[in-house]
């Protein structure tokens, strides 16, 4: 049986990213703006993205942002204390996750790269299903009947 999926989740995690990547706003922007046309998707604004307090947060300075896309959304996440660089793409439609890795290393260089592929709401385009429902008959006042219907 060939089952379609709702989406697709494309999960990267980057190990000892090139020295400075991490800090730098102008890089992780731009990588947000060209990985979107690099995979075929639609933005629908411009990629946001903030700085984490690293007064209050050292251990979680860094860099974080998000691309919105009318398909659905491409997020990073950094750590510039220890190079280390996550990022997630999750899509309504199917993309080429070895052109994802590839605009990641030329980015960030980084030295070791861990991925996940997750094919998301696999019972979305399902017509027959095996979802229950349940029925109460309230005609007998003191003995309701529980009728169980299965599709």
């Given amino acids: 049986m060939n089952q379609k999926a709702f989406g697709y989740q494309l999960l990267l995690d980057l190990y000892g990213c090139k020295k400075g990547v991490c800090e730098d706003l102008s890089l992780c922007y731009q990588f947000l703006d060209d990985i979107v046309s690099a995979l075929g998707m639609e933005k629908q604004s411009?990629?946001?993205?903030f700085r984490s307090d690293a007064v209050r947060f050292p251990d979680?300075?860094?860099?974080?942002?998000?691309?919105p896309l009318i398909e659905s959304s491409i997020v990073i996440h950094t750590l510039s204390p220890t190079d280390f660089i996550s990022v997630d793409v999750y899509c309504c439609k199917k993309f080429a996750n070895s052109t994802a890795v590839d605009i990641c290393k030329k980015f960030f260089e980084p030295k070791k790269i861990d991925m996940q592929y997750i094919e998301r709401g696999m019972d979305y385009y399902k017509v027959d299903s095996t979802y229950h429902t349940?029925?109460?008959?309230?005609s007998e006042a003191d003995k309701p009947e529980v009728v169980i219907c299965q599709k």
């Fill in 134 to 138: 349940l029925t109460v008959d309230k």
């Fill in 46 to 49: 411009p990629p946001s993205i």
């Fill in 60 to 67: 979680k300075a860094g860099l974080s942002g998000w691309a």
